[in-house]
């Protein structure tokens, strides 16, 4: 894939254009298992009474609102995203959750994060990380704001080891997945760039490798429904 696909300013603009059918198509595209994946990854995050989670590119924020179902009453999350279009919808669901109190929605970039050193108890990324140009730059901006000892928790797409599954797996992703996305959101384009991006992005070792370069410790990772996607966890040193 040309590098300039993944240029900020077409990745943002990109992403407020789909975004009022995003969860849409998010349940459709992956037949519903987007959620089983977003609560596996939530449940790697550290416990604790009064724990305070980054949710980087939290889009419309279903990642924000699965941590707050499964932590304690004291849990706060700060959701960020640099796609107003994705935040306008993911602050309406906040709102119509009544949960602003305890999930706050602002605007940045995950490479860089307005917030201090050891700020958070953990930070997460679902689906986002595939689209940052310097990927390794935002995966340090979050070591950097979490405390020592905390996780960083990446869900992302990776690519397929199963022979079998491979083949069908690649024609639905360039043949079948554009004309869905295309279809439901109205926007022609957009759901190309979806599957190049996913087909392109490191395998699970590979990309292990790339978070100990960023200096996160005792990485490991789980692959998810035959591999379609991977949780990988690292620690803050
Ligand atoms: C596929 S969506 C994932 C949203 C959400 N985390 C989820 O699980 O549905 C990718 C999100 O990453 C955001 N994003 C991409 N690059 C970003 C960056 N550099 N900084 C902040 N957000 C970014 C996009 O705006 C978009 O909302």
New binding site residues.
Partial sequence: MDKSAKD?EK??SM??TI?PR??LL?RVLSLGI?RQW?KFAVSQLPSGEKSLFL?????????ALEIIRQHSAETRVVG????E???KRGREKVREAELEKRIEVRF????ALPFDDNRFDAAI????I????DFKK?IMEMGRVVRSGGNVVI?EFTSIQNPFFKVPYRFYLTKVLPFIGEFISGKKGAYKYLPSSMLEFPGPEEFKKEMEQTGLIHVLYHRLSLGIAAVHIGTVP
Avoid at 80 to 83: E, H, K
Avoid at 125 to 128: L, M, P, S
């Fill in positions: 900020p990745i943002r992403f407020s975004a995003y969860d998010n987007d977003r949710d980087v590119a939290t889009g419309t924020c279903d990642v960020v995203d640099f796609s279009g994705m935040l940045a970039d995950v490479t990324i679902a689906f986002g595939r689209n940052v140009q935002g869900l």
